[in-house]
């Protein structure tokens, strides 16, 4: 099994890319002491890309790195790149986001997902982003998942994000989507 060493110290992201990627032989670790990225980049592919040097500079070894977030139509793409830093908890931050949609009619959003990849010698290799469209409801709904999964309807579905399984969850997302490109790529080196 390839060892890939994913920028993140969030244990839930850690075990979806497993769970994604597990199929394809590929097993995700953690970067190890000292991991502490500053995300000060004007899109979700810089900030990836920082996230991976940084994941890089600590391991010396082939890193992936994603940058995720919520964009929502009539926020002009709010929360977008601040959605891990939108407000306090992640209740604060479903409430807040339902606060500033109260009364508004278009709830169209989308979840994207940005991954880069560094090779062994830190160099860039690969870069993809992965959506998925959808809408927030008006209060949440389901027991799975993390971060805005419970507000999330996925477009052409009864549910949302958080009312799937994670298996479900892991064949449709924006972290699939982008992963199964990066495995994709992997598999034609």
């Not at 830093?85 to 994207?112: H, M, S």
């Not at 949302?160 to 972290?175: F, G, L, P, V, Y």
């Given at each position: 099994?390839?060892?890939i060493?994913?920028?993140?110290?969030?244990?839930?992201?850690?075990?979806?890319?497993?769970?994604i990627a597990?199929?394809?032989?590929?097993?995700?670790i953690l970067p190890g002491?000292?991991?502490?990225?500053?995300?000060?980049?004007?899109t979700?592919a810089q900030?990836s890309?920082?996230?991976a040097?940084?994941?890089y500079?600590?391991s010396?070894r082939?890193c992936?790195a994603?940058?995720?977030?919520?964009?929502v139509e009539?926020?002009?793409g709010?929360?977008g790149l601040?959605?891990a830093?939108y407000?306090g908890?992640?209740?604060?931050?479903?409430?807040?986001?339902?606060?500033?949609l109260?009364?508004?009619?278009?709830?169209?959003?989308k979840?994207?997902c940005?991954?880069?990849?560094?090779?062994?010698?830190?160099?860039?290799l690969?870069?993809t982003?992965g959506v998925?469209?959808?809408?927030i409801?008006k209060e949440a709904?389901?027991i799975h998942?993390?971060?805005?999964?419970p507000i999330f309807?996925?477009?052409?579905?009864?549910c949302?994000?958080?009312?799937?399984s994670?298996?479900?969850k892991?064949?449709?997302s924006?972290r699939a989507?982008?992963?199964?490109?990066?495995?994709n790529?992997?598999?034609?080196l």
């Amino acid at each position: 099994m390839k060892q890939i060493v994913f920028a993140t110290a969030n244990p839930h992201k850690l075990q979806e890319v497993n769970d994604i990627a597990k199929s394809a032989g590929i097993e995700f670790i953690l970067p190890g002491e000292g991991f502490n990225p500053v995300e000060n980049g004007s899109t979700f592919a810089q900030n990836s890309l920082i996230k991976a040097k940084e994941a890089y500079r600590v391991s010396k070894r082939m890193c992936l790195a994603d940058d995720t977030g919520l964009c929502v139509e009539a926020l002009n793409g709010a929360p977008g790149l601040y959605s891990a830093r939108y407000a306090g908890t992640q209740q604060e931050k479903i409430t807040k986001l339902l606060d500033e949609l109260e009364g508004v009619e278009n709830r169209n959003a989308k979840f994207v997902c940005c991954m880069t990849l560094l090779g062994d010698d830190g160099n860039l290799l690969y870069q993809t982003t992965g959506v998925c469209h959808g809408s927030i409801i008006k209060e949440a709904k389901g027991i799975h998942g993390f971060g805005y999964d419970p507000i999330f309807k996925v477009a052409g579905m009864d549910c949302t994000m958080a009312q799937m399984s994670e298996t479900e969850k892991n064949m449709i997302s924006h972290r699939a989507n982008a992963l199964g490109d990066v495995i994709n790529f992997l598999g034609s080196l």
